[in-house]
């Protein structure tokens, strides 16, 4: 598409663009005089997949801000959220410029009670546990609480948790990141709080490992058993 781009080939889009997997680009060319400037303020989530918050599931279509911060603001305001956790200096300037960028990256994923991506996708718990684990290691442990403790309405009345595609270690998963996140940060109050949600997991896990014990066959034999 650049190619097309840059060389004039491409036309206009006649119809809104739309991909399955997220995967839709399109460009924009603005000419401008010399001495003109033009600054842009682009939502990143479109209003029909606005993001809805979990209590009140309605649509919340972004806004602009107004007046739009000139990009000096915006750097200044987002390298003092990044620079809130752990300070950390590495000698090799490469590395360091790299784990600066790690930083920043994983500040964008909290979005207050839920870890969000772009495009638009839920998180599933395996990975809940690498990013609050990651957060947690940075200092961001407030952040990593405030997903940590929706886990109870998360929770289904078995005492399961159910990741986007059913996986059987979702639960597991809610479980060890709740541990991490106490390990890491001593979060007594939090633990105290979800000592029912941590029940009713572990008591889930208890019992699906019990039910594959009971339904093995006591006369079946590995396949390498001698005797």
Request: hydrophobic share 40%.
């Amino acid at each position: 598409m650049v190619g097309e781009v840059l060389s004039g080939a491409e036309g206009g889009f006649e119809a809104p663009l739309s991909c399955a997997a997220g995967e839709a680009e399109m460009a924009a060319i603005l000419p401008l005089p010399h001495t003109l400037a033009l600054r842009l303020a682009i939502p990143m989530t479109p209003p029909e997949l606005a993001w809805r918050t979990r209590r009140a599931r309605r649509p919340v279509t972004p806004t602009p801000p107004a007046p739009v911060p000139t990009p000096e603001q915006v750097s200044t305001g987002w390298r003092a959220q990044s620079d809130r956790g752990i300070r950390l200096e590495i000698p090799d300037p490469t590395v360091m410029s790299a784990a600066s960028a790690a930083r920043r990256h994983l500040v964008l994923v909290p979005a207050g009670e839920d870890l969000t991506i772009w495009p638009v996708a839920e998180v599933d718990y395996p990975a809940h546990v690498s990013v609050l684990g990651a957060l947690d290691a940075w200092g961001f442990g407030d952040e990593a609480a405030d997903v940590l403790g929706t886990w109870e309405e998360r929770q289904a009345l078995d005492g399961r948790f159910l990741g986007n595609d059913r996986r059987r270690d979702a639960t597991g998963a809610a479980l060890v990141a709740l541990g991490n996140h106490w390990r890491a940060t001593g979060n007594a109050d939090l633990v105290a709080k979800l000592v029912g949600p941590v029940a009713k997991g572990a008591n889930w896990i208890d019992r699906r490992a019990s039910g594959r014990r009971h339904r093995i066959d006591p006369s079946c034999r590995w396949p390498d058993a001698r005797g």
